[in-house]
């Protein structure tokens, strides 16, 4: 099972900053990694798929990079809206498998 | 609009059984994989099963395997979940997805689980 490490746990920024999230894979997963958000009391969103291809309707300053192990989630000017949960996820291998979650909180 | 729409949550016993339904909108069901993920009181996400779109593969979480059983009906754009032995650990809410360039696009708004006596 590949193993997928967000880091960190928890991020405090403001309004307007930049935001980095990662996620490491404990082997390989090529380009098959997504990032999702989730606000409480809602199903998760998908953000970027095939490490950095934005999905329909996410605005432009969310974006992914990465490839083989180590990915990353920047988020170039947080918005009120963007303060919420994200995780990665890993489709090149069954099982499939998600990271624990980057918090992201209003400092 | 792309949508799927989850059904047939509920409280059941340790031991019971459930099906869980997912109906398909605005896109060709029949030519998607679609899964099932599951999240637990105030944990993160756990891919459960999957189903290729003629409904030849299907792949389980191996703590589920032998006890839940994907389907799909491609006449009623419909995959369900048959969940058999239900055990307190399987408590989640479980979320219906479309398989979209191996990632899940979209997701429906989950149905909740409780297993309890």
């Known amino acids: 099972e590949i193993v997928l490490t967000q880091s960190p746990a928890t991020l405090s920024l403001s309004p307007g900053e930049r935001a980095t999230l990662s996620c490491r894979a404990s082997?390989?997963?090529?380009?098959?990694l997504a990032w999702y958000q989730q606000k409480p009391g809602q199903a998760p969103r998908l953000l970027i798929y095939g490490a950095s291809n934005r999905a329909t309707g996410i605005p432009a300053r969310f974006s992914g990079s990465g490839s083989g192990t180590d990915f990353t989630l920047t988020i170039s000017s947080l918005e009120p809206e963007d303060f919420a949960l994200y995780y990665c996820?890993?489709?090149?291998?069954?099982?499939?498998?998600f990271g624990q979650g980057t918090r992201l909180d209003i400092k | 609009e792309v949508q799927v729409v989850e059904s047939g949550g509920g409280l059941v016993q340790p031991g019971g059984s459930l099906r869980l339904s997912c109906a398909a909108s605005g896109f060709t069901f029949s030519n998607y994989w679609m899964g099932w993920v599951r999240q637990a009181p105030g944990k993160g996400l756990e891919w459960v099963a999957d189903?290729?779109?003629?409904?030849?593969?299907?792949t389980y979480l191996d703590s589920v395997e032998g006890r839940f059983s994907i389907s799909r009906d491609n006449a009623k754009s419909s995959l369900y979940l048959q969940m058999n032995s239900l055990r307190a650990e399987d408590t989640a809410v479980y979320y219906c997805?479309?398989?979209?360039?191996?990632?899940?696009?979209?997701w429906g708004q989950g149905t909740r689980v409780i297993v309890s006596s």
């Open positions: 082997q390989s997963v090529n380009s098959y």
């Open positions: 997805a479309r398989d979209y360039g191996r990632s899940y696009d979209p």
């Open positions: 189903i290729k779109h003629d409904g030849s593969e299907k």
């Open positions: 996820q890993q489709r090149n291998n069954w099982p499939i498998t």
